[in-house]
T-cell receptor
């Protein structure tokens, strides 16, 4: 199946700093990528939908100025957590769908464990 | 709007016995349905998917699921559990022509006892 690479897999940062997470579709083009957040022992919560060449669509309650999303190409989307705080510590997962497919499954990255100290 | 219910937050079985993970959904349209597995601190792996073809879907690692429209269910089964099956399982519903609105169930944690 298609491969989505997410980097880094783990990151520890100091409170107040910013962290960038990359999501790449390695063998397909993805016009849309999705960013999820997962708290311990909970399901995935969609944060935002990233559309290539346009602004991301954020879910209700997600601060767009805190979680900056850029989808500059058909194979790369980035999530930047700005001015991180300990409550931002979580597992972040991206997914992507191949362009032009109907009802296809989404391919997921391996996730990024963010710890803010 | 669609939604997904996974009736059991935790299921525990003995190795070699059958597995049943339940999933019910609601959807305004003909949905696509998926089961994903997540091992600790890992991303998600697709087990199987239903997209309006055969109602009995076979996936990887011996898992299968049956789409029952009348019951709005998509339960996941495996005849014989293996220790490596211990993980978190998510039922997912998607609707729309291009699979928009990918909605996750709350997840079921499967424990396999020796």
């Amino acid at each position: 199946g298609a491969v989505v690479s997410q980097h880094p897999s783990r990151v520890i940062c100091k409170s107040g700093t910013s962290v960038k997470i990359e999501c790449r579709s390695l063998d397909f083009q993805a016009t849309t990528m999705f960013w999820y957040r997962q708290f311990p022992k909970q399901s995935l919560m969609l944060m935002a939908t990233s559309n290539e060449g346009s602004k991301a669509t954020y879910e209700q309650g997600v601060e767009k100025d805190k979680f900056l999303i850029n989808h500059a190409s058909l194979t790369l989307s980035t999530l930047t957590v700005t001015s991180a705080h300990p409550e931002d510590s979580s597992f972040y997962i991206c997914s992507a769908r191949p362009a032009g497919y109907l009802n296809t499954e989404a391919f997921f990255g391996q996730g990024t464990r963010l710890t803010v100290v | 709007a669609q939604s997904v219910t996974q009736l059991d937050s935790h299921v525990s079985v003995s190795e070699g016995t059958p597995v049943l993970l339940r999933c019910n959904y609601s959807s305004s349209y003909s949905p696509s349905l998926f089961w994903y597995v997540q091992h600790p601190n890992k991303g998600l792996q697709l087990l199987l998917k239903y997209t309006s073809a055969a109602t009995l879907v076979k996936g990887i690692n011996g898992f299968e699921a049956e789409f029952k429209k009348s019951e709005t269910s998509f339960h996941l089964t495996k005849p014989s559990a293996h220790m490596s099956d211990a993980a978190e399982y998510f039922c997912v519903v998607s609707e729309g022509n291009y699979g928009q609105n990918f909605v996750f169930g709350p997840g079921t944690r499967l424990s396999v006892l020796p």
